[in-house]
């Protein structure tokens, strides 16, 4: 079983940088994919974005391309979203994911999920 647990939000001005951290445990090579999600209350939670952990290949939502970036350090056990230039928008709590079967991946369906961090970007 896959636990995650997020760190690093907190409350930044716009433009700023941010950087979250997932520590997860029972990290294996069965974890075909992992992701990071955002969401803001009375609103449906939103992919920011999705890491497949065998290629490192890396997908990003529009809103967020070029300003954020997603690692993984696989000898620490630990995954990174690298967060630049933010914006009052980019505001929510912010929740790490992961998913072992390579279909729910492709559909950005997860199984495991942190409790999440929130950060708050003021303008």
């Known amino acids: 079983q896959v636990q995650l647990v997020e760190s690093g939000g907190g409350s930044v001005e716009a433009g700023g940088s941010l950087r979250l951290s997932c520590a997860a445990s029972?990290?294996?090579?069965?974890?075909?994919?992992m992701a990071w999600f955002r969401q803001v209350p009375g609103k449906e939670r939103e992919g920011v974005a999705q890491?497949?952990?065998?290629?490192?290949?890396?997908y990003y939502a529009d809103s967020v391309k070029g300003r954020f970036t997603f690692s993984q350090d696989k000898p620490k056990n630990t995954l990174y979203l690298e967060m630049n230039s933010l914006k009052p928008e980019d505001t929510a709590m912010y929740y790490c994911a992961a998913e072992a079967a390579p279909y729910r991946c492709i559909g950005n369906q997860y199984t495991y999920w942190g409790q999440g961090t929130q950060v708050t970007v003021s303008s």
């Open positions: 890491l497949y952990t065998n290629s490192g290949n890396t």
């Open positions: 029972g990290y294996s090579d069965s974890t075909y994919c």
